[in-house]
């Protein structure tokens, strides 16, 4: 079975400033996808990145951009010029890219790292 | 009007109480979740529903019943919870139950279930 460790359970940030939040990974598979979701304080979760295995270029959207170290299996996401909407629970996910029967596509989370940007 | 929507927003409930939870999407997707979501813990995947019918049940006790009548909608029925039961409920929708071409889920905001 696949685990998704976040090691920080909380960090904060100033405005302005970058911070990178980790995540680690374990998995047998060669094929799959990485995700970090962002729940702000009673909003909804939303997909902030997305990763693909197979690609070797790192994902970017915008101030969002992540460092994948497949064979370290690390999925780091950095959050550049930091604002304080960004302030939020951070959830890094895992995917199977290969079906395996009912379920195999389900995604599991790690436990997330609460982020708090300080004006 | 949000994409994935949950009502209610807060409930409370002693054991021997009945409540339903309710999430609806307005996303034209094919693909339903529950997900239960407790302090310092992983999200825990408990009910999958696809095309209304269930794909996946992830050992969840019985005193949780689900029921998907359509695509739209889908519930979580609850009956002599524990105190343990108490977490945020969050349901969440897909383009099908592989996730679609992104793997992307949409989730609500979830229901604060206190289970006194």
């Known amino acids: 079975a696949q685990t998704v460790t976040q090691s920080q359970p909380e960090m904060s940030v100033q405005e302005a400033e970058t911070v990178t939040l980790s995540c680690t990974y374990d998995?047998?598979?060669?094929?799959?996808?990485l995700f970090w979701y962002k729940q702000p304080p009673s909003r909804q979760m939303i997909l902030v990145i997305r990763q693909e295995a197979y690609k070797q270029q790192n994902a970017t959207e915008n101030r969002f951009s992540v460092n994948f170290q497949k064979a370290a299996k690390s999925f780091s996401l950095k959050i550049s010029d930091s604002q304080l909407g960004d302030a939020a629970m951070y959830f890094c996910?895992?995917?199977?890219?290969?079906?395996?029967?009912?379920?195999?596509?389900?995604?599991?989370f790690g436990k997330g790292t609460k982020l708090s940007v300080i004006p | 009007e949000t994409g994935v929507t949950q009502t209610p927003r807060h409930l409370v409930m002693g054991m021997t109480n009945k409540k339903s939870l309710k999430c609806e999407q307005h996303?034209?997707?094919?693909?339903m979740y529950w997900y239960k979501q407790s302090a310092k813990k992983p999200l825990e995947l408990m009910f999958v529903y696809s095309l209304e019918e269930r794909v996946e049940n992830n050992s969840v006790p019985s005193r949780f019943s689900p029921e998907c009548p359509n695509s739209s909608h889908l519930f979580l029925h609850l009956h002599t919870l524990q105190p343990e039961d108490s977490a945020l409920y969050l349901c969440?929708?897909?383009?099908?139950?592989?996730?679609?071409?992104?793997?992307?889920?949409?989730f609500g905001e979830g229901s604060r279930l206190t289970v006194l």
């Open positions: 998995t047998s598979e060669s094929d799959y996808y």
């Open positions: 969440a929708s897909s383009q099908d139950e592989f996730g679609g071409n992104t793997g992307e889920l949409f």
């Open positions: 996910a895992y995917r199977s890219g290969s079906y395996s029967g009912a379920g195999s596509y389900q995604l599991t």
């Open positions: 996303l034209g997707h094919n693909a």
